[in-house]
């Protein structure tokens, strides 16, 4: 498939192309079908079940209505299916369903459902701009995540771009971060430093060092921002996504820090050693979806054992590698402890101390949540690790 692959429909007679968007690469829908105010949200789910999309003709804020009866059909569907299913879950010996099973049931749920609503599209004009009845102007938000207009129309899923809208409003506002000196701006498709419990630990620490450190996959560049604060002279901040690098150096030239900070395009380390190198890698094994899930799932830990095997030969004599994990992974049964300490064990690294802390997002206290068994028992761990002598 090319890289920007194109999309074709006919419309009052014509034929029309228009660059076909997707930041999760979704591929070109089988067909195309012209909608407005008119269509029901049946009718919708009915060709987004057969592989099509509706390109949206009539009011903007109709078709966000639309949008919202097709995720209430969707819900309701569900809910119904959970209650009457005939295959439960597989159970452990005690009775409850494995984790890891419901997890991934879950997981496939959430897409598909992203997958259906993301049915209804709109056209956006060479400059951004949409032309439909009520539309608002979100041609700021979309040059933010797709970068300055390049003359060409495209077609993306209304979905998507609200959540563009919901970005835009993010990197505005800011996540306000005390331990690194300020607000932290995240850009589309970075994950925002929402879990602040992990940066406690790391702002907590006592430092091996205040002469160097290296951070791993620096993303919003909040970790490189804290240790700056801290009073670590010069910080080396790896990242390969080039929205985060743009993202980390937009944030540590606001917080002051860019003269301390160093950005590098780097797959993990970067060249030498250093006596901290600080590494928070996604948390679940597993693969991700769409770009802001690279933040959340490591396929196959990819990320998590890269760094632990990497470590000792980036550390300086006596120095020490920062690991911030959360343990849910395990709690959902897709790693288990041993695992980790034996890569830790086999990478030639032992560990110096691990303080921990309990999360604070509103998810961990849902008792209706999908996943609240494992998130009620998640904790943090900051595992401070040095070389074998």
């Known amino acids: 498939m090319p890289l920007s692959p194109t999309l074709t429909w006919t419309e009052s007679g014509h034929v029309h192309t228009a660059r076909w968007r997707s930041e999760n690469g979704a591929v070109l829908p089988r067909r195309v079908v012209v909608a407005d105010d008119q269509t029901r949200a049946d009718d919708a789910l009915k060709l987004a079940r057969e592989g099509g999309v509706l390109l949206w003709r009539g009011d903007f804020q109709s078709a966000r209505l639309l949008l919202q009866a097709m995720g209430r059909r969707l819900d309701r569907t569900g809910a119904r299916a959970a209650s009457t299913s005939s295959s439960p879950a597989p159970e452990t010996p005690a009775g409850a369903a494995v984790p890891a099973e419901a997890f991934h049931r879950h ?131 790896t990242e390969l996504d080039d929205r985060a690098l743009a993202c980390a150096a937009d944030n540590l030239q606001r917080l002051g820090h860019a003269g301390q900070v160093e950005l590098v395009k780097a797959d993990l380390f970067p060249p030498g050693r250093a006596p901290l190198v600080v590494c928070n890698p996604p948390w679940l094994p597993g693969k991700p979806s769409s770009s802001i899930e690279h933040a959340i799932y490591d396929p196959d830990s990819r990320m998590l054992r890269g760094f632990l095997h990497g470590l000792s030969e980036h550390l300086t004599p006596g120095g020490q590698g920062w690991l911030v994990l959360s343990d849910l992974a395990e709690h959902l049964g897709l790693r288990r402890r041993a695992e980790l300490l034996a890569w830790i064990d086999q990478a030639g690294l032992r560990v110096l101390a691990c303080p921990t802390i309990r999360p604070r997002h509103p998810k961990a206290g849902d008792a209706g949540d999908v996943l609240h068994a494992a998130r009620s028992a998640e904790v943090t761990a900051l595992w401070q690790l040095v070389a074998k002598a």
């Open 107 to 237: 997981r496939l749920a959430q897409a598909q459902r992203s997958r259906l609503l993301s049915a209804v599209t709109v056209l956006l004009e060479a400059d951004y701009a949409i032309a439909l009845r009520r539309a608002p102007d979100l041609r700021l938000a979309c040059a933010e995540a797709y970068g300055a207009p390049d003359g060409q129309a495209s077609v993306v899923s209304l979905r998507e771009l609200l959540g563009l809208v919901g970005a835009h409003e993010w990197r505005k506002k800011g996540v306000p971060i005390a331990a690194a000196g300020g607000r932290i701006h995240a850009h589309y498709g970075v994950f925002s430093p929402v879990r602040g419990e992990y940066i406690d630990l790391v702002a907590a620490a006592p430092l091996p060092s205040q002469a160097l450190a290296f951070d791993i996959g620096t993303g919003t560049g909040v970790l490189a921002a804290v240790l700056a604060q801290r009073g670590v002279q010069r910080i080396v901040a």
